[in-house]
């Protein structure tokens, strides 16, 4: 598992490479700790190249989106696609994330 950073026009771009299981999730979950506790408050995550995610990654995931929306910070996730498309929808959790169909609709929902 590989986490690509970027910024653009002040929010932060995160873009998984690989997959997010119980192994990898707390990296996950510590970078994005860090950087809503930090200046950049506003984050997109980018699936496009994610294969898969566990349990364990949609936990981290609903506890950033709780914590963005306790601090004021801006969660968004772009690029869900395939089978890990397929997953957010099993569990339910398509309509618990702010989406954004691609990284530039994504930063401009972030804004």
Do not use: H
Not at 2 to 17: F, K, N, P
Not at 62 to 79: D, I, T
Not at 98 to 104: F, I, L, V, Y
């Amino acid at each position: 598992m590989q986490w690509l950073e970027d910024a653009v026009e002040g929010v932060t771009i995160l873009q998984g490479v690989g997959r997010v299981d119980s192994t990898t999730a707390p990296l996950l979950q510590e970078r994005l700790v860090s950087l809503m506790n930090g200046p950049q408050t506003r984050i997109v995550i980018d699936f496009t190249r994610l294969e898969y995610i566990s349990s364990a990654g949609f936990r981290v995931l609903l506890l950033a989106a709780k914590r963005a929306e306790q601090n004021g910070s801006s969660l968004v996730l772009c690029g869900i696609s395939g089978k890990v498309r397929q997953l957010f929808d099993l569990g339910g959790f398509l309509d618990l994330f702010t989406m954004a169909s691609s990284r530039e609709e994504g930063i401009a929902a972030a804004r």
